[in-house]
């Protein structure tokens, strides 16, 4: 996923950039910073996994996008992030969503660095390696949930198809699509033959090569 952070901060209201001011950190956010105030944190400042090893500052909000889904224990990274939230701070942060990202394949055929999957509040999930946010946000001290909401915006679910095929055979056919479609790339059709041909075999397809946005998208303060 590219430049997600930039496509989030385009759907909030002003309260919710009202919490963007002030001292910031944005972990993970590779070029795309969510502030071009936020100090940035990525792996060449070190493992998101144990920030606070270092980093030892207090933030007004701490902002991550598309970074959780990497870390080795999702579970002990949020804790690790929410120490660095001052009191009446928020934090604020994406992760895809396992049924419109992942699409009942994990690995993820999209991204194998992918180590979870994520949901808002199923009680079950084809992932054995799925994180109820509900859950996740409850887990942490002292905290309010202000918001979680999925964010689709731009998605096409007439060519969401979820688990048609055997993880393996959904690879294979992908990539022969991927072969396929560049052979387009000349004429300026690449992506539309890949939509096309995604469909007409009703193969998974990543939307956010395509400026799609779809994740979870969660507000928690520090009370």
């Known amino acids: ?99 419109l990202y992942e699409q009942g394949y994990f690995p993820s055929l999209f991204n194998e660095d992918h180590k979870a999957t994520f949901t808002i509040s199923k009680s079950q999930s084809w992932s054995d390696k799925s994180y109820n946010l509900l859950e996740l946000v409850e887990s942490l001290d002292s905290s309010k949930l202000i918001k979680i909401e999925l964010q689709d915006n731009g998605y096409d679910r007439s060519i969401l198809y979820h688990s048609v095929y055997s993880r393996e055979t959904a690879y294979k056919l992908m990539n022969m699509i991927r072969r396929v479609s560049s052979l387009f790339k000349v004429f300026g059709m690449r992506d539309l033959v890949n939509k096309q041909l995604s469909k007409l075999l009703r193969t998974p397809i990543d939307q956010t090569h395509y400026e799609a946005l779809v994740q979870n998208f969660v507000i928690v303060k520090k009370v």
């Open 1 to 99: 996923m590219g430049y997600e952070a930039s496509k989030t901060k385009q759907l909030l209201n002003e309260f919710e950039l009202q919490l963007l001011d002030g001292n910031g950190i944005d972990i993970g956010c590779g070029l795309d910073p969510i502030m071009p105030t936020a100090q940035v944190f990525d792996v060449a400042d070190g493992d998101a996994n144990e920030i606070t090893k270092y980093v030892d500052t207090e933030f007004d909000y701490v902002f991550s996008s598309h970074c959780l889904e990497h870390m080795h224990d999702p579970e002990a990274a949020i804790q690790e992030w929410w120490k660095l939230v001052k009191s009446d701070g928020h934090l604020i942060f994406t992760v895809p969503d396992e049924d």
